[in-house]
């Protein structure tokens, strides 16, 4: 939030009651009373070139991996394993943010998000989600869009 305060972008965040054994963003996406498609979840990945690259896709469905790796400009991606999220991310599983990691990875947020005027994501703790113009988010972080998701 402080990092959106001092582009001077703005945003409303909502939080809601953490239930540790359900951590999904559709769960989430529930607790809020949002639609889980204006929801998007933060993944990082990496690749074979792309050491480490960040997806977010709506909270309900997959990322497809061939598609993240192609918008990436690499061949293969995986999903990078939960122990080591911390360390390279800044963030543990449930409150990763797409604004404020590490260091700055590449962005790729699916296509959708242009399908709404405001989408949820995660302020970078548990409980916690921002609700944010995906333009602004997407010039600000200079992520690009793509099409992301397993059909």
Known sequence: MRLLDA????????????DLSDLSAVHAAQ????DVDRLFKTLVLQGEKVKYFV??????LEVDLKKAARAAGDKRAEMLPM??????????????SPI????????FIDETCACYDRIAISAGVRGTMLL??????VAYTGAVTADLIRL
Request: aromatic content about 8%.
């Open 31 to 34: 607790m809020l009373g949002i």
């Open 100 to 107: 404020g990691m590490k260091k700055n990875y590449p962005l």
């Open 55 to 60: 997806c977010c896709i709506p909270g309900a």
């Open 7 to 18: 582009a001077g972008i703005a945003y409303e965040a909502k939080s809601y009651p953490v």
């Open 83 to 96: 122990k080591e999220l911390p360390a390279v991310a800044g963030y543990v599983r449930g409150a990763c």
């Open 132 to 137: 944010v113009d995906p333009a602004a988010l």
